[in-house]
């Protein structure tokens, strides 16, 4: 055997364990999913949904952020999770960690345990159930989809949906009450990495805590044109 067929033979068995290497390499990314601006009649506000994380295909550690600013005013909302996500499946990873909720009435925490990957035709699942610290149990399913128009504009829906399972009667939730919000975004991709959009989101409440907020004399439904930004580093 001569010695370039002995360099070729090393080489194929040694790319599988460097492929192994590579996936234990730990990588950090940090994406601004929606960072957006709301317009509702003379309301605006800045709303946004980040999150980082850091290890590697098979584990590793999350930080996500959501909320919305009034325009010139304080926080209106917020919520911060830290997570361990891992790998369950070629497609999907179980995660599990903490959720911060900060919000003008009484801030909340909550452990978290849930599921986020990709189901058939490439939609987006995030399923999660929380536990707050006063015990009340909630469900949260979020489902988002790429609709490819060509190859740089992408038409996205999604929609979120909370259900509570608990009273909490300090922020205006009840037992049964549920929170469906939907967004239609079309993006311009100027790179894989940048993408300004427009787009349309409507939210309700129903149930019983749709009965609280109106008590309250609050609205239980919104909506609003938006435009924004997504980029990930």
Request: aromatic share 12%; charged share 25%.
């Amino acid at each position: 055997m001569r010695i370039t067929d002995l360099t070729a033979a090393a080489m194929l068995v040694s790319l599988p364990a460097l492929a192994m290497d590579m996936d234990d390499m730990p990588v950090g990314y940090f994406a601004f999913d929606h960072l957006e601006q709301r317009f509702a009649g003379d309301d605006q506000r800045l709303a946004w949904e980040a999150e980082g994380w850091y290890g590697t295909d098979f584990h590793k550690l999350v930080l996500n952020s959501t909320g919305e600013r009034d325009a010139g005013g304080p926080t209106e909302s917020s919520e911060t999770r830290l997570l361990y996500r891992r790998e369950l499946s070629e497609f999907f990873d179980w995660q599990a960690g903490i959720r911060y909720d900060d919000q003008p009435g009484p801030s909340r925490s909550h452990a978290v345990l849930g599921l986020k990957g990709l189901a058939p035709q490439w939609i987006e699942l995030d399923a999660n159930l929380f536990l707050s610290e006063r015990g009340d149990p909630s469900l949260r399913l979020e489902v988002e989809y790429e609709l490819l128009l060509t190859q740089r504009w992408v038409l996205e829906p999604k929609l979120e949906y909370d259900l509570a399972l608990g009273d909490d009667r300090d922020l205006d939730i009840g037992a049964g009450g549920s929170t469906l919000e939907t967004g239609l975004r079309l993006h311009y991709r100027v790179t894989p990495a940048f993408s300004p959009y427009v787009g349309y989101t409507w939210e309700k409440t129903y149930g019983r805590s749709g009965g609280l907020l109106r008590a309250a004399g609050e609205d239980d439904e919104e909506s609003a044109w938006v435009v924004g930004l997504r980029f990930w580093l």
